[in-house]
């Protein structure tokens, strides 16, 4: 059986953090703020992947009051992740994903990014799609109040 897992996340932008997107430091003037790295890619895959087997959310699996969990790189996050998937019979075949940032530009370091995830999770680059948007100055995206990504994962059981 195919299963397919759908992934959203979204996080501030704040001075003062890194920017982490798909495990790459992407140079910034603000970063990203949450629990973990705040690695809003790395999160919406994460998502996806335990979306494909019914697993609940990274929040269940990795609650961000759990003190282990704080300022962990989130491809770590991805490794217990595939894990799980792992553990239920599970393969992952695919990840298209989609970041959407006002800025910065984010073309030059897509395929880093993809590389860092493949890695991670153990597949060919070249079923990897990272592709960034921009929200062409609309809402609080537009307005460099945070990043948001989107992924979808094909996962073979
Ligand atoms: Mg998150």
Redesign the pocket.
């Known amino acids: 059986m195919t299963r397919v897992g759908f992934g959203f996340?979204l996080?501030p932008l704040v001075p003062g953090r890194p920017l982490v997107l798909g495990g790459v430091t992407v140079p910034s003037d603000v970063g990203l703020s949450?629990h973990?790295d705040?690695d809003?890619l790395s999160?919406a895959i994460g998502e996806a992947l335990l979306g494909a087997l019914a697993l609940g959310d990274?929040g269940r699996h990795f609650p961000d009051t759990d003190p282990r969990y704080r300022g962990i790189s989130s491809l770590a996050l991805l490794t217990d992740v595939l894990a799980l998937v792992q553990g239920r019979g599970g393969r992952l075949v695919n990840i298209d994903a989609t970041v959407l940032a006002q800025a910065p530009r984010l073309s030059p370091h897509l395929d880093e990014m993809a590389k860092r995830l493949a890695d991670t999770l153990r597949i060919p680059v070249d079923r990897v799609s990272v592709k960034a948007k921009s929200p062409e100055g609309l809402g609080l995206l537009g307005r460099r109040e945070g990043i948001a990504a989107m992924a979808v994962v094909s996962v073979e059981v």
């Open positions: 996340d996080h949450g973990s705040a809003v999160h990274l």
